[in-house]
Structures are given as structure tokens and as C-alpha cells.
């Protein structure tokens, strides 16, 4: 049977004091026998706090019997929030609560949580984890985390009559906080303590079978958003099959891309098979556009003209822009992709760089399409010199830089082939890596020089178009793909 006392002390040992203000989050169950109850532990906070400090508690998602008793008190004061209320008891209680439904997010500024880390106040854990851990709710919103939604709206009654209102930023369904736990736990107090089990900025206790964290509000938000802003994603699950933190990711990368120059797209082959795999499989990376290279197998070339039709029209239904179709030989006549490019309304066709380039330029120009060429089985050398020629013609051809076509014949794609000779020409970079022998490699991961080239279009502002290469196939999901992108991206 755990009494009053044994709280009282254990609180102290956490370093709670007369004078100050904590939200407490808690699981009565958690203690084992408690003498008198939920009572007897809001007693014990009372008797630590004096009526000089404030004991606050969230009135909202899973609520339990010390919540019931502090919202019951004859001293309660309740903050007027239809989402994300408190009730507090204690000499700062009336200013913590004070219009918390006038803040303009749910749980950031003039909100009883950010006043009470302002205050000094703590954050209380008392047998349950980070997850209901509301605070941590505060520096998402204050991250305005691109993956935040905007609530329905709520009608209420407030002292100046009845209001509507929704809050934009309002934290979302699954998120993982339980691994912020170690770094609050680790993190060296101020005074610099050493590293240990008590060490860091968040204490730990144990009452009954609790175990009781406690950390300063102000210490948790500035660690947290350290966290946030070195990665978003910071509180997003790993779990694959975890659909709500899939989507929130997407959300993530889709608010990354939209602030790069470049314009990503994926190839159709690598994203998927069949049209509805490569619709959801994009949607899950955050990812607006497809070059149409392969489906179900079949180069885009060699598509009967309906069949092209119909595939282009079902990726735009799915929410996906054609980016462009490319294909893997120019065959006997570049006229007649060219011309069913324009007939399903796609603006831009690649084709390998060969011997009838002048003739593809042409149609394109017939048409009113962008023409792209990439590299295959020349070398930087005859490429350039190709390029050039046509351009002493009087042609203005775009070219589509595929550093695992150089690779393979043995160059240095950046060092020798980008910076020497092609970058004047370059309108799209293939994302993808392979081994000097062909050997197809996760990017970075090969002798493509892949990071150095996204690195210099990235510093050059570059407006083209980064294409994640059908070469990636073998890889991982188009999802963990794009996982290592960004993963480039946020290390240059
Ligand atoms: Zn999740």
C-alpha cells in the first residue's frame, strides 16, 4: 500500500519544490495500491507544490481517475479549449488557462503549455510514456511540421457568445515520441553533470511500481526542437505497414521537393508494374510526376497507341504528371512516339542519343514538344561532339545526363564527363548508380558520382529535372528509394 508520504518524498527526490508549476500525465493504475487513491496522489502533488506552485493536467484524449479528481477540485480552473483543454488548480492556474482557445494553434503560443514551459513549469510522467506526452504536441506546431493538418471546425460557447473555429497545425494520428525519451534522458543538465542514470535533464523516479520522468518544460521544447529541425521526421514511426506515419512522410518529402529548384520525377518501371502500384507507390514518396519508360514490362515504343492513351490518362487520374515518355531505342521512325506524345498530351519525349537525332529534332520541333537525349553507348567525348554538331545546325537539343551510361564505359561522370564537356547542355540528371563493370548499385553507392552531380545542380539552382532511374530496380521500394534521396540531400 504506497501513502501520501512516500510520494511527497519520492516527488522531491525528482527535484518538484514549493513554487512550481507542473502538467501532470498519469496512470493511477501504474502505481500499485495507493492509500485513498487518485485523491491521495493529487494530495501529494498539492502538499510539494504549496498553494504558491500549480498543478496543471490535460482534460482531453485518455483521461483517468488523478485527471477526474483535479477537474473535480472546488480550486479548478479549466483553460476553454474544444481540442486541447486543461484544468489546473494552484496560484498560477487562472493565468496558465487564461483564452486558450483564442491561441491561434492548439498547443503553441499563448497556450496553457507554452506558458507554463515559459513559467519554468515542469512536465510529469508519471507511469505512462512519451507518448502522452502533450508538450512535445507544442514543438511539432512550433515546427509547423508540413505534415500537420488544419482540424473540422468547432463551434463553442466562450463568455463573448458562441465562436467557430478551426486550428491549423493540429498533430496528426500515429506518431512514435517514445524515442525522444533516451535523448531527454541522456542530455546533460545545464550545470554539467555527469552522464548516467540520473544525469540527464529529464529525472526519473520510482513510485510504487511507477516510474515517474520529470523534466522543465523549457529543457524538453528546446531539446525536441534540436531534434525537429536536424530531421521532420524526428517523431514519425519506422514501421513500414504504419499507413499513418507512410503518409505523414510523404508529406514530409513532398513539402522537401516542393522547396528545390529541380522538378522530381520517377520512371514508371521503377515505381511499379501496373498502373494502380505505381499511383500508390509515388503518393506513399511524395512524389507528383512519372517518366513513362516501362509498363507491364513493355517500353513505352512499342505501346499500341490506345494502350499509351489510356495509361497516361489513368496516372493523371491518379494525380500524376506524365513528365515525359522515354524510350529506349529511337527505332525506324522518332516521328511516331513523337506524334503520340503530343496526341496524349505530354510535352516532353527522351530518346537515347543516336544516328537519327536530327530527324527526332525535327518532329519534336513539328510538334511543339521538348526533345531530351541521353548518353548510351558513347562516350563524353563523341556526346559532346554529337551535341555540338547539332547545335552548329542550328538545333537547340536538351540532353538527359546519364551518369551510369559514362560509368559503364569507364568514366568519372562529374570529374570527367559534367564538368569537362556536358554540363551546358544538361536539362535532366538520371538519379541512379551502378559499378564501372554495369553492376546496377544503390545511388551513392556506386562509381556514378551520383552525390557530387546532384550537389552541383542543387548549388547551381538547377531548373530541369531530377528522374529516379528504372536502373535503381533491385534496390528496395521506391518509397526507401526516395528515402535515401532525401538522405543525400539533407547531408549536402
Ligand atoms: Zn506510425
Known amino acids: 500500500m504506497i501513502q501520501q508520504a512516500e510520494i511527497e518524498k519520492e516527488l522531491k527526490t525528482a527535484g ?32 510539494v507544490l504549496n498553494p504558491t506552485g500549480t498543478l496543471v493536467v490535460p482534460t482531453f484524449g485518455a483521461l483517468g481517475a488523478i485527471t477526474d479528481v483535479v477537474k473535480a477540485h472546488p480550486k479548478a480552473v479549466q483553460s476553454l479549449h474544444p481540442l486541447a483543454g486543461v484544468a489546473a488548480i494552484g496560484a498560477k492556474a487562472k493565468a496558465i488557462c487564461r483564452d486558450h482557445w483564442q491561441a491561434e494553434l492548439a498547443h503553441e503560443k499563448d497556450t496553457p503549455y507554452m506558458r507554463l514551459a515559459e513559467l519554468g513549469g515542469y512536465v510529469c510522467l508519471l507511469g505512462v510514456d512519451q507518448d502522452r506526452n502533450t508538450m512535445l504536441h507544442s514543438v511539432e506546431e512550433v515546427l509547423r511540421l508540413p505534415y500537420l493538418k488544419t482540424t473540422a471546425a468547432k463551434t463553442f460557447d466562450t463568455p463573448g457568445g ?46 510504487g511500481h511507477a516510474v515517474v520522468r520529470l523534466i522543465k518544460g523549457k529543457d524538453l521544447i528546446a531539446l525536441a526542437l534540436e531534434a525537429g529541425r536536424q530531421d521532420p521526421a524526428f517523431v514519425l514511426c519506422a514501421n513500414p505497414n504504419c499507413a499513418d506515419c507512410v503518409a505523414q ?46 509498363l507491364e514490362g513493355e517500353p513505352v515504343e512499342l505501346m ?31 516521328s511516331v512516339l513523337i506524334e503520340r506524345a503530343r496526341g496524349c498530351g505530354v510535352t516532353r519525349v527522351v530518346l537515347p542519343l543516336a544516328e537519327r537525332a536530327e530527324e527526332a529534332l525535327a518532329a519534336a520541333k513539328d510538334q511543339g514538344l521538348a526533345l531530351s537525349f541521353y548518353n548510351t553507348m558513347f562516350d563524353s567525348e563523341q556526346t559532346s561532339a554529337m551535341l555540338l554538331r547539332l547545335k552548329d545546325k542550328g538545333w537547340n537539343p536538351g540532353f538527359t545526363f546519364s551518369a551510369t551510361g559514362f560509368a559503364r564505359l569507364g568514366e568519372k561522370p562529374f570529374l570527367g564527363s559534367y564538368k569537362k564537356k556536358l554540363r551546358r547542355f544538361v536539362d535532366q540528371l538520371d538519379v541512379e548508380d551502378c559499378l564501372f563493370d554495369g553492376t546496377p548499385q544503390p545511388i551513392a ?48
Open 249 to 294: 512522410r510523404a508529406d514530409l518529402w513532398r513539402a522537401r521537393f516542393a522547396g528545390e529548384s529541380f522538378c522530381l520525377a520517377a520512371s514508371t518501371h521503377l515505381a511499379g508494374r501496373y498502373v494502380p502500384e505505381i499511383i500508390e507507390q509515388c503518393a506513399r514518396a511524395g512524389i507528383h510526376g512519372v517518366e513513362l519508360d516501362v
Open 16 to 47: 518538484l519544490k514549493k513554487g512550481d508549476t507542473v502538467i501532470l500525465h498519469s496512470s493511477l493504475a501504474s502505481l500499485g495500491q495507493v492509500a485513498g487513491g487518485a485523491e491521495t496522489v493529487v494530495n501529494a502533488f498539492l502538499r
Open 162 to 207: 458562441k465562436v467557430t473555429k478551426a486550428w491549423p497545425f493540429f498533430p496528426g494520428p500515429h506518431r512514435d515520441f517514445i524515442g525522444l525519451d533516451r535523448m531527454f534522458r541522456e542530455s546533460l543538465p545545464a550545470s554539467g553533470g555527469a552522464l548516467g542514470d540520473q544525469g540527464g535533464k529529464m529525472k526519473i523516479v520510482r513510485i
Open 304 to 334: 499500341a497507341a490506345d494502350k499509351l492513351m489510356a495509361t497516361v490518362a489513368a496516372l493523371r487520374e491518379g494525380k500524376l504528371e506524365v513528365t515525359a515518355l522515354r524510350a529506349r531505342a529511337v527505332g525506324a521512325k522518332p
Open 445 to 492: 553507392h556506386g562509381n556514378a558520382e551520383i552525390k557530387e552531380l546532384i550537389s552541383i545542380l542543387q548549388c547551381a539552382s538547377f531548373e530541369g529535372r531530377l528522374v529516379l532511374g528504372a536502373g535503381n530496380r533491385g534496390f528496395g521500394s521506391l518509397h526507401e528509394i526516395v528515402g535515401r534521396f532525401v538522405g543525400l540531400l539533407d547531408a549536402m
